[in-house]
């Protein structure tokens, strides 16, 4: 079975503009997190969704990041406008039923210079 | 906000040696896992913990959640080289409606020398 998948794999961009970075969490996967990791500050949650519902949006840094999740197969989070500080690596996870054990994708790096 | 105290930061062994890790915190929480993250991946789960004084292996892997629910440990007997990476302890808090966040410690880089 596929595991998470996360595109693109890579991303350079200038400052300013808008970036959007995908996932597609494993199939039946109930719970999806989207995940920023730097060397500064370790791995973050930004945000995670239920059933496709947003439950908890208390790590997402400032109003210029945003996430979606249309359907239980696809999320998106996106950058606008991106700064250099937004540099990292995004991770998106998924998780069965009851969110406890999470499964990782391979994740987007980011770099906004 | 709650911190997991991860340590040793890094640890260069030799090749058939045991290692030993740790996660300590001053909150309880209901869930430890552990997460191995190789360069250029994500972590990928290596065990889950769910109960105080849980002791769960997972090949050449054990771990361990503390009896005060506020640390947890993994050891890895007879290292070989492929067991380098970079190894996560993560805490689960219930905590009403944010049950499924996990809290990382910054990681224990393994290196090993065949």
């Known amino acids: 079975d596929a595991g998470v998948i996360q595109s693109p794999r890579h991303e350079v961009t200038e400052m300013g503009q808008e970036v959007t970075l995908r996932c597609k969490p494993i199939?039946?996967?109930?719970?999806l997190f989207w995940y920023r990791q730097t060397m500064m500050r370790g791995l973050e949650l930004l945000i995670y969704?239920?059933?496709?519902?947003?439950?908890?949006d208390s790590g997402m840094p400032e109003d210029r990041f945003s996430a979606k999740m249309p359907n239980a197969s696809f999320s998106t989070l996106k950058i606008q406008p991106s700064e250099p500080r937004d540099s990292a690596v995004y991770f998106c996870?998924?998780?069965?039923?009851?969110?406890?054990?999470?499964?990782f994708g391979p994740g987007t790096r980011l770099t906004v210079l | 906000g709650q911190q997991l105290n991860q340590s040793p930061q890094s640890m260069f062994i030799q090749e058939g040696e045991d290692v030993s890790m740790n996660c300590t915190s001053s909150?309880?929480?209901?869930?430890w896992l552990w997460y191995k993250q190789e360069p250029g991946e994500g972590p990928v789960l290596l065990i889950a913990?769910?109960?105080?004084?849980e002791l769960t292996s997972n090949g050449r892997l054990t771990a361990q959640f503390g009896i005060t629910r506020k640390d947890s440990f993994l050891n890895i007997s007879a290292s070989i080289p492929s067991d380098v990476g970079i190894y996560f302890c993560?805490?689960?808090?219930?905590?009403?409606?944010?049950?499924?966040?996990?809290?990382f410690g910054k990681g224990t880089l393994l290196t090993v020398n065949p």
């Open positions: 996870a998924s998780s069965p039923y009851s969110g406890l054990e999470q499964f």
């Open positions: 199939s039946g996967h109930d719970y």
């Open positions: 969704f239920n059933n496709n519902v947003p439950i908890d």
């Open positions: 909150s309880i929480f209901n869930t």
């Open positions: 913990l769910y109960k105080a004084g």
């Open positions: 993560a805490g689960q808090k219930d905590s009403g409606g944010s049950n499924y966040k996990l809290t």
